[in-house]
């Protein structure tokens, strides 16, 4: 079993009720109804064509993609653990 390498895309839309239209695109797996965005993860290869294609639709505002994996995951030891 291969593991596939997925990345998480934030949709910002103009109205919620198109929610369902972006299902067929990834996996929904947050929504918030009062700054009406998606929280969604998608294929890391298919991502760019997805997101044209997303981009595309009239009732998409905005994409962003997830900075999770831009961050610093490993950190130094603090000088105070030491002692």
Do not use: C
Not at 29 to 51: C, G, H, W
């Amino acid at each position: 079993m291969d593991i596939v390498s997925r990345t998480s895309l934030i949709i910002y839309l103009k109205h919620m009720k198109h929610e369902r239209q972006i299902r067929k695109f990834g996996h929904i797996v947050s929504t918030n109804k009062q700054q009406r965005y998606v929280i969604m993860y998608i294929n890391e290869e298919e991502a760019d064509s997805i997101v044209d294609k997303l981009m595309k639709l009239k009732y998409v505002k905005n994409i962003v993609g997830s900075p999770y994996k831009y961050l610093k995951k490993e950190y130094p030891k603090e000088q105070h653990e030491f002692t």
